[in-house]
Structures are given as C-alpha cells and as structure tokens.
C-alpha cells in the first residue's frame, strides 16, 4: 500500500457526497487516508455527512490527504480501505440496506478484527450488533460485529447527551431513537450518560466499544464537537498504515466554544 | 349552552385583547363550554374547508391561496394569525362569526401543522387538502419522516373532494395510492428546475452532479415551468404564461403553482378567471419572515426563515450572496427544533467567497464549526442577538443585507428590527 494508492473505481466515486472544500494548500502531504462512507445514499439523516467531513477536513490539517469513498447498496466494496464511517436511516432506508449489509458481514467483520477504525451511529449501530426485534416481535438480523442487541419501543429517545468517556473525556451530542440497545460481555460501553438517556432507558451507558470501532446513538453531528473522539479515528487509521502518526495544529477555539454553549443547553 | 357559547366566548376575546393576551385563550374557552363550536360554523360554510398542509411553506402557500380565491370574488374565512392548531382556528372563528355564530364566508382555507392536523380533520373532514411536502423539520417531535408522510396521509384520506399533491416529493405522490374517494390534481415541476429542489433522500447529491432520470410522472394541473429574476413561467391548459412575481425564492414560486393547482379546483361563482388569478399571484407578498424585505439606512434587508436542511439549501441558492452581507442567526429553542444536525445536512461553499459577515443565536458556536469545516470564513460571533445585529447593520452601511435565520431567531430579530424600521406587525 502506498499513498498513492489506486484512484476510486467507478463503483464508489462521491455519486451522493457532498464535496469537500478545494485545497488551496500545496503542501506535502505525509500520506492519504482512505475514508470509506458506508450506505451514504439510504443512511444519511441527521447530518451523518458532518461525520465524514470532520474526518477528512482534520487529515487535511494534520498534514494527511484525505480519500473520500462511498459504498452503496449494489457497489463493488473498495479495497485498501483505512477508516469507515456509517450513519442512521429512516426505518425504510434500514430495510433498503438490510440484506446487502448482511452479504458484506464477512468483509466488514474482517477489517474490524484488523483494527479498522469505525465510526457507527444510530441505524448502523444498531445494524453492526446481533439483531433489532422490532415492537410486533419481527427479528432484523445484524451482522454481530458488536456483541449487542436492541429492542424496539414506543418511547422515542430525545433530546441533548452528554457522555462522560473515559478515552474520550465529555462527550456532546444529540439523540433521537426509539431502539434500545443493550450491551453483552464482548463489548464495552462508550461512557455514561451525564445527561440524557443513551443505550437504554436503565443502563445509564451510552454507546459501545469494541477493538477501534466506536459505536454510538450520538448525532449532532458527532465529530465536529468532539474532536478528541475525530483524533482518535484519525490517528488510529494513519498509525494503522504509516505505523506512527505526526500531528498538526487544527484549531478548535469554534469546537471549545460551540461544547461551551451546547453542554448549557436544555436537554 | 350553545346559546351562550359565542358570546362568552367573544367576550373572553376581547378581554384578552385587551389585556394583550395570545389568541388562544378565547378558543380554549369556547371549545371548553361548546366543543362543537368549529366543527358547526365551518360546516355552514358552501364551499366547504380547504386545509394547507405540509413541513414547508405553508404560511406562504396558505396567504397566496386565500389571495388566489379572493381575487375570484370568494369571501374567505382563515387562519391568518399563524396559529395553526385547532384552537387557535376556534379563536379566529370566534373574531369572525356575528353574535349568533354565523360566518360570512364562501370557503375556509386553513393553515394547519402536520401535528394537530390530524386531531382537526377527524372533527372537521376538509373538502380540499393541498399537501406540500414532507422535508425533515422537527424531526426532534415527530421522530421520522416516514411518520410525517402517514400524518398527510391522514388528511388525504379524510379529503372529501379534492387532494392537491406535490408531484416532486416522492413521499407526498405516494399518497395518491392509497386514496379511491376523492379525486387527485398535482403540482409539478419542469425537469430543468427538478435539481434545484433535492428532496431529503437526494439530500448528499452534490452540487451539479447527474440527477438520475425522473421516471415517468402523472399529469400536473399547473407545472412551474421557469423561474426568473422577477417573473415565472406557469403552465396550465396546455398554455404557458409568464406573470411578474413579488414573491422571491424558487421554493415560494413552486408554493405558488401549488396554490394556483387549489385555487383552481375551488369553483368560484363566475366561470374560473384566469387573468385575474394570475393578477392576484404577481401581487402576492411574502408571509413574514418568508423571504421578506425591509429597508435599513436606505438599503434592503433581507430576512429568509431557513428551519431544516432543504429550506436552508434552497435559500441559499435562491438568494446569491455576491454584493450582500450575510448574517446567519441559529437558536435551538423548542420551536426551532433543539437538534443542530441539520446544519451539517447543508452545504455552504456559495458563502465561501464572501463569507458570512455576523454569527449569533443560541447555537451561533454550532453555526460557526460548521462554517470552518466548510472553509467559510467568519466575521464575528455572538450568541446575544441585539447586539449581533447592531454590529452587523453598523458594520455594513453601505451594502445591501441579508439574514438567514431560525424562526424564534427571526422573532427576536423582528422585534430589533421594529425599532428602528417599519416591520409589518404579525398579531
Ligand atoms: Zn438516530
């Protein structure tokens, strides 16, 4: 593998992306990062976008080229992949998905026994663990990367979190699910729930971890306001390939003062 | 009871009236001691209830259909204050009927939220529903889309005569598949302008990317053919016409298709005048807040309600921002919706050239982060909209402005604004 790996094939270039800004800077880059955005086009709500420009935009100001890839229903899955980030859905964009993510289960849990950094939020969450069984008793399977399993409810969870992590210090964002999510031994909670609910309504736990996947029910976006969690999937992919990582100097005065202002408002 | 219902009930009105109380007091009152009260008065009503629903635009569509209508010669009754729950109709019916609970009105076009909707229209089934679109909006209250598309269908359903549809929102189209009573008039699109409004499953397609090819979609009754600086083009009976419009912002101009679709189905006394409903639509003003204009040192002052990610994109792209100075103003209170995700739904490169001159808004931070992963660069930020505003005015004399704000944002901006400009006052 090297940085100038091979360009995206015609399966997964940014059909449904949003762009990301031009590059003005001609610096060296000390290598390209490639960020694979799964199931763009059915699981996209709640500004999932913002979780995949946070992750390229903070390569770029480390010094990295970032790559951006999409893999949608029906694509050829891309090789050479260094980080995913994968999103929620509406229920009906879930059951789009539903059987392709199962026949990528084998490839999917391969790159995550490797140590491939993930980011998965809400529907993907919930997907990446063992089922969801839905209030009228139907069972959706998972694809059990995650040794977790969610129950559908009428009570719809809503509104501000805050997550006190012990990798990642105070963790802010914003919920909206009705799935609760329940932990087994195979996996580790993400934190606990200073504010808002979480993972369920009992277990005062939010998210889960399991070797460098990071799985959460936190929108907000997720990354933009907290970049210690975005620096942790960054310099996990770039050590991943480069064997170390070499910081730059993003600067986060707008990410200190926006977590400033949310952690002040009401859930 | 019924007999002292209205007149209790308009006393309470006045009386809070004059205590400068909200609107909904006197409604609560009469449905309280009378709950039968609306549904009997609108029932009255010759040509029936037309309901004006949908995540967007409806105050502006609802406006332009009652302009519509009365440029028809038509007496309509309406919900003109905003309060668009069953209530606060109860309230304005209470301001509208005589002492003995007789409206004098042909129609009533009532502006109704997808929450409260359903509640109105299983008391008061509507003869016309018009039925907009389903965009993410609230998402933190009704929880999914998909829910929201069942809430209109609801009122389709209920329709006894005539359901207008937006034939371009996939969600709101479907709907025609699950109706057999009444009949089914849409509202569409030229191909050439399907692009411009993304709907929230399109929602990441890129800037300029290829759309895939529309498939192939019912007759539309009146389709927005184009839309220019100042005019745009409708067509309807085979025939194009060109009308000037005040109205700015393609997505009013689609509204207006929608709402001449409406007008078109409510018979009016005379033969249906075409002349004049296209008279009326190039005189329709925008609801306030909708992309309206003030004046500030001689200058405009454009203020534009963005509350979801379509609005805000579609705002950003009717309204270019070379030669303006831009202030963005986000709060996060309940009615504004707490969740900030959508902000990072939107893009802002059309921004990046000028920047964005002022921040402000409870969630101004959020706003700000947003615009530096977009490489858009930043005047300066404060959460305290007062004085935000005051710098920004200041700031930029000599240019004209304008101001992409949240709706209790654009309240408190309103209400600065009053001070020193005439800013049309919404009871
Ligand atoms: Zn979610």
Same mark, same amino acid.
């Given at each position: 593998m090297t940085p100038q790996s091979q360009p995206a094939g015609s399966g997964h270039e940014l059909s449904f992306g949003h762009e990301l800004p031009p590059l003005d800077s001609a610096e060296a880059s000390k290598g390209t990062i490639r960020i694979l955005q799964l199931y763009p086009r059915d699981m996209n709500i709640y500004g999932d976008w913002g979780n995949a420009l946070v992750l390229a935009q903070r390569l770029r100001w480390h010094g990295y080229t970032p790559e951006l890839l999409e893999y949608n229903v029906g694509d050829d899955f891309p090789s050479d992949v260094d980080l995913i980030v994968g999103g929620g859905g509406q229920d009906s964009g879930q059951l789009v998905i539903q059987d392709d993510l199962l026949a990528r289960e084998s490839t999917l849990r391969e790159l995550a026994e490797d140590g491939t950094p993930m980011l998965v939020i809400c529907g993907l969450y919930q997907l990446f663990g063992k089922f969801f069984k839905t209030r009228t008793g139907a069972v959706i399977p998972g694809i059990g990367i995650l040794d977790v399993e969610t129950h559908g409810t009428e009570e719809r969870l809503i509104g501000n979190v805050s997550v006190s992590s012990p990798e990642f210090g105070t963790i802010l964002g914003y919920e909206n699910h009705s799935g609760q999510t329940t932990l087994g031994p195979g996996v580790a909670p993400l934190g606990a729930t200073a504010k808002g609910t979480g993972n369920n309504s009992t277990s005062g736990q939010e998210g889960a971890r399991y070797r460098n996947v990071v799985a959460s029910y936190l929108h907000g976006s997720l990354l933009p306001k907290n970049p210690a969690l975005a620096d942790f999937l960054v310099r996990t992919a770039v050590e991943r390939k480069y064997g170390s990582f070499i910081s730059g100097s993003p600067d986060d005065s707008y990410a200190v003062l926006a977590r400033e202002h949310a952690a002040r408002r009401p859930r | 009871m019924l007999y002292f219902s209205v007149p209790l009930g308009k006393l309470v009105r006045r009386v809070s009236r004059l205590r400068g109380g909200g609107s909904a007091l006197p409604g609560l009152v009469v449905e309280k001691i009378d709950h039968g009260f609306m549904q009997r008065t609108l029932s009255t009503l010759p040509l029936g209830v037309a309901v004006v629903s949908g995540t967007n635009g409806k105050t502006t569509t609802t406006k332009m259909v009652v302009e519509l209508l009365e440029s028809q010669g038509l007496k309509v009754f309406t919900n003109r204050t905003g309060s668009n729950f069953t209530r606060g109709v109860a309230a304005a019916l209470l301001g509208e009927v005589d002492w003995r609970g007789r409206l004098q009105a042909d129609v009533a076009v009532l502006e109704l939220d997808e929450a409260h909707a359903v509640h109105f229209v299983n008391r008061v089934p509507p003869r016309y529903s018009l039925l907009l679109n389903v965009l993410r909006d609230q998402l933190d209250r009704f929880g999914e889309i998909d829910k929201t598309a069942q809430l209109l269908q609801h009122i389709a359903?209920?329709?006894?005569?005539?359901?207008?549809?937006?034939?371009?929102?996939?969600?709101?189209?479907?709907?025609?598949?699950?109706?057999?009573?009444?009949?089914?008039?849409?509202?569409?699109?030229?191909?050439?302008?399907?692009?411009?409004?993304?709907?929230?499953?399109?929602?990441? %397609? &890129?800037?300029?990317?290829?759309?895939?090819?529309? /498939? $192939?979609?019912?007759? @539309? =009754?009146?389709?927005?053919?184009?839309?220019?600086?100042?005019?745009?083009?409708?067509?309807?009976?085979?025939?194009?016409?060109?009308?000037?419009?005040?109205?700015?912002?393609?997505?009013?101009?689609?509204?207006? %298709? &929608?709402?001449?679709?409406?007008?078109?189905?409510? /018979? $009016?006394?005379?033969? @249906? =005048?075409?002349?004049?409903?296209?008279?009326?639509?190039?005189?329709?003003?925008?609801?306030?807040?909708?992309?309206?204009?003030?004046?500030?040192?001689?200058?405009?002052?454009?203020?534009?309600?963005?509350?979801?990610?379509?609005?805000?994109?579609?705002?950003?792209?009717?309204?270019?921002?070379?030669?303006?100075?831009?202030?963005?103003?986000?709060?996060?209170?309940?009615?504004?919706?707490r969740d900030m995700s959508w902000l990072w739904d939107v893009e802002f490169d059309t921004l990046r050239e000028g920047g964005v001159d002022q921040l402000t808004g409870s969630r101004a931070y959020d706003m700000a982060l947003r615009l530096q992963y977009d490489d858009v660069a930043i005047g300066a930020v404060n959460t305290e909209i007062a004085p935000a505003l005051a710098g920004f005015i200041s700031g930029a004399k000599d240019k004209p402005k304008r101001i992409f704000c949240t709706y209790t944002a654009m309240l408190a901006i309103r209400r600065e604004l009053s001070k020193i400009t005439t800013v049309e006052v919404v009871s």
């Open positions: - | 359903s209920k329709t006894t005569g005539t359901v207008v549809l937006n034939r371009e929102d996939p969600r709101v189209a479907r709907i025609a598949d699950t109706l057999d009573g009444p009949e089914v008039l849409y509202f569409g699109l030229d191909d050439s302008l399907l692009s411009t409004f993304p709907n929230d499953d399109e929602m990441r %397609a &890129a800037p300029g990317s290829p759309v895939p090819p529309a /498939p $192939a979609r019912p007759h @539309a =009754d009146v389709v927005l053919r184009r839309v220019g600086p100042d005019d745009a083009d409708f067509e309807y009976d085979g025939e194009t016409v060109t009308t000037a419009m005040l109205l700015r912002g393609v997505y009013n101009i689609f509204n207006a %298709a &929608a709402a001449l679709t409406l007008a078109r189905a409510i /018979p $009016a006394p005379a033969a @249906a =005048d075409n002349a004049g409903l296209l008279e009326a639509l190039s005189r329709v003003a925008p609801a306030f807040g909708r992309g309206e204009s003030l004046t500030v040192d001689g200058l405009p002052l454009e203020l534009v309600l963005v509350k979801n990610p379509s609005g805000f994109r579609l705002g950003l792209k009717s309204f270019p921002a070379a030669g303006y100075a831009t202030m963005i103003a986000i709060n996060d209170n309940y009615a504004d919706g």
